[in-house]
């Protein structure tokens, strides 16, 4: 009896863990921000280093990020990696999230 108790209590930590729509949306809103300030800090960078500079490379940061969104939505397939570096039909972040929560679930 104690053990099925425990078991309904983790499953209600797991349902309420899920992320919101709008946190999602938010999140990949400031990660696109970002990586448009770290190209322009490249891009200057490049300028007064005669092209031999990188900035924003192995960002640690954007990786515990990214882990931690998808398992938050359960992106089983990488798709908000998809999103955010290739040319997708899913223009906005709501309609990735909407795709995730209905073929990843």
Not at 26 to 31: E, G, H, S, V, W
Not at 40 to 64: I, M, T
Not at 85 to 97: G, I, Q, S, T, V
């Amino acid at each position: 009896m104690l053990e099925d108790a425990r078991v309904i209590a983790i499953e209600g930590v797991f349902k309420m863990s899920k992320l919101s729509k709008e946190s999602f949306c938010k999140a990949l809103a400031l990660i696109k921000e970002q990586e448009e300030i770290n190209e322009q800090f490249s891009n200057a960078l490049k300028l007064v280093g005669n092209g031999h500079f990188v900035f924003g490379v192995e960002n640690r940061y954007l990786e515990a990020l990214l882990l931690v969104l998808k398992e938050m939505v359960n992106d089983k397939y990488d798709y908000i990696g998809w999103w955010l570096y290739e040319e997708w039909c899913l223009k906005e972040p709501e309609a990735l999230y909407d795709f995730i929560v209905k073929e990843c679930q």
